[in-house]
């Protein structure tokens, strides 16, 4: 089977703001793709490009297998989305919201939404005016899913969410997979979550994918040096298979991607040291690789593979 | 049976799964015979991707440690690892290898070591295995 999310090389600007500058990237099928990015990495363009919404300048994106620029409503029936803020008819009951799911996708398996609606405690007559955030967030995500999609577009799902609704946000999208191998693309803020649930993680910067790697890859390829002398700029320069040296009280730690002897002989003669917890978090390394004194991303400086 | 992840550790969560379900066994908790959780109920329950624990399974599977029956789950198996006894076998040395170096470089010598080991395997004595 093809690939079900493409983008190849695809360019956006806004103005003389360019946000996307190259990005491309797979999803397969029955995977869950994360894309994180800061605040305006461009994260829900990708998104909307994706879903037809947004041109892009150049290049393509293709979803399950039409280019978005030509999705059908047959194509568009087998995705589901989830924007960011929940797009929801505010004068809808929860119950009205799922009909009306129920009558016009003609996959929607109401009898499933109705059980889990059940199981989820929202009350069928209460109007989404008043449901809580996580309540309309659950929701959405609730009408995203049981229309069977094959492919699950989620922005932010769990933006402003506290903890125990996250789980169990996360607890529906678990039966979703289990149940049918439903391709996933979201993009987050809470990097735990990703960590729990995703199988591959882009970091967007830039306007383009500075990593995109399986998460098992990351966790492996990855790891942290702590080195007394030397500028930043100079580590980054001269240790080969440096991610990025950041600041530390005393010296550097230097984030370190595939290291081989090339790296453990330049380590070497930097008396380097293997620092506790030598594998960074995702968080760590997010937040090393896209911070903002960091000069544009040098093509040495990814993990796309 | 809980079996309990740690998604920010930098040991992948697959391969913490495995261990969790080996070390189970070890300890008695799981015996042969017994069914795992399915895969839906055990990502349910520690909110982990179900690809996940299919992989971890299926690395189980591949392992001996456990075998899936057609329509009613996965089950340990009952006379253990499937692996050749070669291969078994070199797998314990470079294990016992990890163990003299790393220890070597913490400081403690062939007496301590043996020790050590004989202390943690009469602290947690391995349920017999039926076929050994």
Same mark, same amino acid.
Not at chain 1, 170 to 177: E, F, H, P, Y
Not at chain 2, 27 to 53: C, F, H, K, W, Y
């Given at each position: 089977?093809?690939?079900?999310?493409?983008?190849?090389?695809?360019?956006?600007?806004?103005?003389?703001?360019?946000?996307?500058?190259?990005? #491309?990237?797979?999803?397969?099928?029955?995977?869950?793709?994360?894309?994180?990015?800061?605040?305006?990495?461009?994260?829900?363009?990708?998104?909307?490009?994706?879903?037809?919404?947004?041109?892009?300048?150049?290049?393509?994106?293709?979803?399950?297998?039409?280019?978005?620029?030509?999705?059908?409503?047959?194509?568009?029936?087998?995705?589901?989305?989830?924007?960011?803020?929940?797009?929801?008819?505010?004068?809808?009951?929860?119950?009205?919201?799922?009909?009306?799911?129920?009558?016009?996708?003609?996959?929607?398996?109401?009898?499933?939404?109705?059980?889990?609606?059940?199981?989820?405690?929202?009350?069928?007559?209460?109007?989404?005016?008043?449901? #809580?955030?996580?309540?309309?967030?659950?929701?959405?995500?609730?009408?995203?899913?049981?229309?069977?999609?094959?492919?699950?577009?989620?922005?932010?799902?769990?933006?402003?969410?506290?903890?125990?609704?996250?789980?169990?946000?996360?607890?529906?999208?678990?039966?979703?997979?289990?149940?049918?191998?439903?391709?996933?693309?979201?993009?987050?803020?809470?990097?735990?979550?990703?960590?729990?649930?995703?199988?591959?993680?882009?970091?967007?910067?830039?306007?383009?994918?500075?990593?995109?790697?399986?998460?098992?890859?990351?966790?492996?390829?990855?790891?942290?040096?702590?080195?007394?002398?030397?500028?930043?700029?100079?580590?980054?320069?001269?240790?080969?298979?440096?991610?990025?040296?950041?600041?530390?009280?005393?010296?550097?730690?230097?984030?370190?991607?595939?290291?081989?002897?090339?790296?453990?002989?330049?380590?070497?003669?930097?008396?380097?040291?293997?620092?506790?917890?030598?594998?960074?978090?995702?968080?760590?390394?997010?937040?090393?690789?896209?911070?903002?004194?960091?000069?544009?991303?040098?093509?040495?400086?990814?993990?796309?593979? | 049976?809980?079996?309990?992840?740690?998604?920010?550790?930098?040991?992948?969560?697959?391969?913490?799964?495995?261990?969790?379900?080996?070390?189970?066994?070890?300890?008695?908790?799981?015996?042969?015979?017994?069914?795992?959780?399915?895969?839906?109920?055990?990502?349910?329950?520690? #909110?982990?991707?179900?690809?996940?624990?299919?992989?971890?399974?299926?690395?189980?599977?591949?392992?001996?440690?456990?075998?899936?029956?057609?329509?009613?789950?996965?089950?340990?198996?009952?006379?253990?690892?499937?692996?050749?006894?070669?291969?078994?076998?070199?797998?314990?040395?470079?294990?016992?290898?990890?163990?003299?170096?790393?220890?070597?470089?913490?400081?403690?010598?062939?007496?301590?070591?043996?020790?050590?080991?004989?202390?943690?395997?009469?602290?947690?004595?391995?349920?017999?295995?039926?076929?050994?």
């Amino acid at each position: 089977m093809s690939s079900p999310i493409r983008f190849d090389d695809v360019h956006r600007r806004f103005g003389a703001r360019a946000v996307l500058r190259g990005l #491309s990237f797979r999803v397969q099928p029955g995977e869950v793709y994360a894309l994180l990015g800061r605040n305006g990495a461009g994260k829900t363009t990708a998104m909307r490009i994706l879903l037809g919404f947004l041109a892009p300048m150049h290049g393509r994106s293709e979803l399950l297998g039409v280019d978005s620029r030509a999705l059908t409503p047959d194509v568009r029936e087998r995705v589901g989305l989830v924007s960011e803020g929940h797009a929801l008819y505010r004068w809808m009951t929860v119950d009205e919201v799922l009909r009306f799911e129920a009558g016009t996708r003609t996959r929607f398996d109401l009898t499933k939404a109705q059980t889990l609606r059940a199981r989820l405690g929202l009350d069928p007559r209460a109007k989404v005016a008043t449901l #809580s955030r996580g309540q309309r967030a659950q929701l959405a995500l609730l009408a995203a899913t049981c229309g069977a999609p094959e492919v699950l577009v989620l922005d932010d799902p769990a933006m402003g969410l506290d903890p125990v609704v996250r789980r169990d946000l996360l607890g529906v999208m678990i039966d979703l997979l289990a149940d049918t191998g439903t391709s996933v693309l979201f993009s987050t803020h809470i990097l735990s979550d990703v960590e729990r649930i995703a199988d591959r993680v882009g970091i967007l910067h830039d306007g383009r994918l500075i990593v995109d790697a399986t998460l098992d890859d990351l966790k492996r390829r990855v790891e942290v040096r702590f080195v007394r002398d030397g500028a930043a700029s100079e580590l980054e320069r001269d240790v080969p298979r440096c991610l990025r040296a950041a600041p530390r009280a005393g010296g550097h730690d230097l984030f370190l991607v595939d290291v081989a002897d090339d790296t453990r002989r330049a380590l070497a003669n930097l008396a380097a040291t293997e620092r506790q917890g030598a594998v960074p978090s995702l968080e760590d390394l997010f937040v090393e690789l896209t911070a903002d004194d960091r000069n544009a991303a040098p093509d040495a400086a990814e993990v796309t593979r | 049976m809980r079996l309990r992840v740690d998604p920010t550790s930098p040991e992948p969560i697959f391969e913490q799964l495995v261990f969790r379900v080996k070390e189970a066994i070890a300890q008695g908790s799981l015996a042969g015979g017994d069914r795992l959780p399915s895969v839906r109920e055990l990502a349910r329950d520690a #909110s982990i991707n179900p690809n996940t624990v299919a992989r971890a399974y299926e690395a189980l599977e591949a392992e001996g440690v456990i075998v899936r029956r057609q329509g009613s789950g996965c089950f340990v198996t009952e006379k253990g690892s499937a692996l050749a006894t070669s291969e078994r076998k070199r797998r314990l040395d470079a294990l016992v290898q990890r163990l003299v170096t790393e220890g070597f470089h913490l400081g403690f010598g062939a007496r301590e070591l043996r020790d050590a080991l004989a202390e943690r395997l009469s602290a947690t004595p391995l349920p017999p295995r039926r076929d050994s």
